[in-house]
């Protein structure tokens, strides 16, 4: 927040919740979890890509858009991921 100019708002909500300092004390072993966990469940989707769907129609169907769903769901994690990493770890050097 402080990046984009919001600094008052970065010091209230610290006030409000001192606790958010601890994200910024432990945001290289946060990182890491965060691209450990997506790393699994980017290899479980693509494990689960190969599985079959159901017989019966409709639960194929069903099958088939969950899959593109949660397709979607892991690539805007990971671009989430990716936006947050730039912000906390290159940006901070460049500022």
């Avoid at 994200?23 to 079959?52: C, D, N, Q, W």
């Avoid at 990493?85 to 940006?91: C, I, R, T």
């Amino acid at each position: 927040l402080v990046t984009v100019g919001a600094g008052a708002v970065m010091a209230g909500l610290v006030a409000a919740v001192p606790q958010i300092v601890l994200l910024s004390e432990y945001k290289s072993a946060i990182f890491a979890v965060a691209g450990v966990m997506l790393l699994i469940a980017g290899a479980a989707h693509r494990t689960a890509r190969r599985a079959p769907c159901p017989a019966d129609p409709a639960l194929a169907a069903s099958c088939m858009r969950l899959r593109r769903v949660s397709s979607v769901l892991l690539v805007s994690a990971g671009v989430v991921y990716a936006v947050g990493f730039f912000f906390a770890f290159v940006a901070v050097h460049f500022i």
